[in-house]
């Protein structure tokens, strides 16, 4: 299918932001709501995107996004997710980050942070936090993949398992209508699973696209964590969920 200037457009925006509404669409390219809906349906039926209510998402399915293509997505969301989670974590802490573009913006506020030990299987956040010579950095071992800088595997499990921290701060591709998290890649999940039954209180930043992304591979449940940060209010089962399981829900603003 040719795209027309609209439709690549349409699509780059939902590669950047994960997401697009069709009324915001509109109003963008001065079109009417019945115009963007047909672009919307014809670039789902050329498998660019998934129609959902009141706009569409970028195809997923077994395969994440490039690494580069993640870090674009919604960056403010996740630097305003990164800000708020980091004001939670007080100095003098130790902390567990694991992989992701989210966790990434966590670690870029955590530059300010006072006699902090960060724990991660994340090459880029290790990276980051050099800046801070009042950060004790720790990187796990195992098998590194190139395209994101993430190490993962039983090396890097084994090590995780040697901490107790006072904060794991993880990030997950998707997130379920049952309130399970759902990622990727079997092995990256097995190092996020041991982080979290590492860390005495246990935080999620995730920007609310993957709120109608999917995985194949369970990592959590809502209910097992402290507090979640997002930029969007949950869908009102997700929230009763939280609510039940008393896990602290943070709604944060660009």
């Not at 390219?29 to 660019?48: C, E």
């Not at 955590?110 to 994340?122: A, D, E, P, S």
């Not at 996020?192 to 246990?202: D, E, G, N, V, Y």
């Amino acid at each position: 299918m040719a795209l027309n200037f609209r439709q690549s457009e349409i699509l780059e925006i939902a590669r950047n932001e994960g997401r697009v509404g069709v009324e915001a669409l509109a109003e963008r390219f001065n079109v009417s709501l019945q115009t963007i809906r047909r672009d919307l349906t014809d670039l789902a039926d050329a498998g660019h995107l998934e129609r959902v209510h009141g706009g569409a998402v970028i195809r997923t399915g077994v395969v994440n996004f490039a690494y580069e293509e993640r870090r674009r997505m919604n960056e403010a969301a996740k630097a305003a997710i990164g800000r708020a989670c980091a004001q939670a974590i007080p100095d003098n802490s130790s902390i567990i980050l694991n992989l992701g573009t989210t966790t990434e913006a966590v670690a870029r506020e955590l530059l300010g942070h006072r006699n902090i030990t960060v724990v991660t299987n994340n090459i880029n956040v290790a990276n980051i936090l050099l800046a801070n010579e009042s950060c004790e950095i720790l990187v796990a071992g195992g098998n590194l993949r190139r395209s994101d800088g993430g190490l993962v595997g039983d090396l890097t499990a084994d090590f995780i398992r040697e901490f107790k921290v006072d904060f794991a701060v993880i990030g997950a591709s998707g997130l379920d209508a049952d309130g399970d998290l759902l990622d990727y890649d079997l092995a990256e999940v097995r190092v996020s699973r041991t982080i979290l039954r590492q860390a005495r209180t246990k935080f999620l930043v995730t920007d609310a696209s993957k709120l109608a992304r999917s995985a194949p591979v369970r990592l959590a449940s809502l209910s097992e964590l402290d507090r979640v940060f997002i930029d969007a209010p949950l869908p009102g089962d997700l929230a009763q969920l939280c609510a039940e399981a008393e896990t602290e829900v943070t709604v944060v603003g660009p």
